[in-house]
């Protein structure tokens, strides 16, 4: 069974910084992209970014400049440090990966439970 978990959210000023974490677990094959998602109250799931494992990144405009996806392939981790964070910020933000079981034709996605950032004006 895989799992996405997350860690690292939590309340912070506005102009102040976040950095989440992601780890997937579990049978793993392959992983051929990471990233996160936020879903802000009353508003429908938006992506944020997303990685490859060759590398490159998808940001979303709102986002750019502001938030930088990394990660650790080897350690199935991708994390995200948020910085000059706004009070629209705020929102849960999810986990993502697509991965690949051994046995599966091709990858499937997969979401953490969520963490919840907030950002006080």
């Known amino acids: 069974q895989v799992r996405l978990v997350e860690s690292g959210g939590g309340l912070v000023q506005a102009g102040g910084s976040l950095r989440l974490s992601c780890v997937a677990t579990?049978?793993?094959?392959?992983?051929?992209?990471m990233g996160w998602y936020r879903q802000a109250p009353g508003k429908r799931r938006e992506p944020l970014v997303v990685?490859?494992?060759?590398?490159?990144?998808n940001e979303a405009d709102s986002v750019k400049g502001r938030f930088t996806v990394s990660g650790d392939n080897a350690k199935n981790t991708v994390y995200l440090q948020m910085n000059s964070l706004k009070p629209e910020d705020t929102a849960v933000y999810y986990c993502?990966?697509?991965?690949?079981?051994?046995?599966?034709?091709?990858?499937?996605?997969?979401w953490g439970q969520g963490t919840q950032g907030t950002v006080s004006s």
């Open positions: 990685r490859t494992t060759g590398g490159s990144t």
């Open positions: 993502y990966a697509g991965i690949r079981r051994l046995g599966d034709r091709g990858p499937v996605d997969y």
């Open positions: 579990g049978s793993i094959y392959s992983i051929n992209a």
